[in-house]
């Protein structure tokens, strides 16, 4: 386990690492390792070391030009991560140097040192893996907000949701059961039931065309109350069959592209709701005050251990093909890009 206490000062460098794309292509065909130099903080700035970071489906998105809002071009790519202060600019209190911050998405996180604006800092807890601390927003801001912003649950409502063995669906599933909600979730792979069910799922079955049925008879007729769809196909319109009269079917990811059957039948008798979501959108509304008080509702629950994000590996900044292979792979646990693989590991 690395902590950000765990490090030690050390000199600045004057160039870095960086993974760099000129155009939207293949992420492995347009994304290449090159040396820039590391700007020093001006004022009212601070630099911060990159320390992990994971590989997320958007982040894919940005690169090949298909996410919903692009970077300017050349840039650095990476949305998430964590980071450590090594120095500040005039005007910024150096009592910030050392604490483990949120990496800027706009700088890009992919890349050794980054500059960020003091204000902008979103400070995290201490004594918190870096590993968990990469992948604290992103994931569990979604995931907080599906359950929060939609329908008004109470305890013992029936939620249900596909691709459950995501970082998304972990994240519902844990804090579904703090907020006593009996969560089933969808999957298509078996060796997916005894983590979920570890984290508190309620049911786990296979996404099959059997699954509103199965839904029918847990809830004795009554359906769920909201349906989190972040895989489209046929699975959407199963969520659509499961829902309870005035449901509400959240979109938030498109895994499978093939079109979606307009549920007509349960729009008219049962009066569901079709809605989406994007947190990107939901963050630039936010203020800054607003969106630290959210940060704080998903970082609290993991600095008490409440919360756990599943990791699967790490590879150094240079081994990005590596980590890419490893990403398309099954696995039920994140994989991360780190600044230095051999430091993290001497900290573990």
């Keep these: 386990m690395v902590t950000f206490e765990g490090l030690m000062k050390k000199e600045i460098p004057s160039t870095q690492r960086a993974l ?28 911060i070391e990159m320390q992990a970071s994971p590989v997320h489906p958007s982040d894919f ?31 910024v209190d150096e009592k910030v140097i050392g604490r483990p911050v949120s990496l800027s998405e706009e700088a890009g996180v992919w890349q050794e040192y980054q500059l960020a604006r003091a204000d902008d800092l979103i400070l995290f807890p201490a004594l918190v893996p870096f590993e968990q601390l990469a992948v604290s927003l992103v994931n569990p801001l979604t ?22 063995n995501s970082a998304v669906g972990q994240a519902v599933v844990q804090f579904a059961h703090k907020m006593d909600l009996r969560c089933i979730c969808l999957v298509r792979n078996q060796a997916s039931v005894g983590p979920l069910k570890a984290l508190g799922a309620t049911e786990v079955w296979t996404d099959d065309d059997e699954a509103p049925n199965r839904v029918k008879i847990f809830t004795e007729g009554k359906g769920c109350k909201l349906a989190l769809n972040s895989v489209g196909g046929q ?22 592209g093939s079109t979606v059957r307009f549920p007509t039948r349960n729009l008219i008798f049962d009066d569901i709701r079709m809605v989406g979501f994007w947190l990107d959108r939901w963050r ?41 292979a490893r990403n398309a792979e099954p696995r039920m646990g994140k994989v991360l890009l780190v600044r230095d693989k051999a430091f993290l590991e001497s900290l573990g």
């Excluded at 959407?236 to 005035?246: M, V």
């Design 284 to 324: 630039r509304k936010q203020s800054p005050a607003g969106l630290r008080n959210a940060c704080e509702q998903v970082l609290q629950p993991l600095a008490m251990t409440d919360l756990k994000h599943s990791i699967d590996q790490c590879f150094d900044l240079a081994d990005f093909q590596e980590a890419f």
């Design 143 to 164: 995931a907080w907000r599906l359950l929060n912003d939609f329908e008004y649950l109470n305890p013992g409502d029936v939620i249900i949701q596909n691709a459950g």
């Design 61 to 91: 998105g940005l690169i090949q030009g298909s996410y919903g809002r692009l970077k300017s071009l050349p840039a650095i790519a990476g949305r998430e991560g964590v980071g450590t202060v090594v120095a500040v600019g005039q005007g």
């Design 235 to 256: 699975s959407a319109l199963r969520l659509a069959k499961s829902l309870g009269s005035g449901g509400v079917h959240v979109t938030f990811g498109a895994m499978d």
């Design 20 to 47: 760099q794309y000129l155009e939207h292509g293949k992420p492995e065909d347009v994304l290449s390792l090159v040396e820039i130099p590391v700007v020093s903080p001006g004022p009212g700035e601070v630099l």
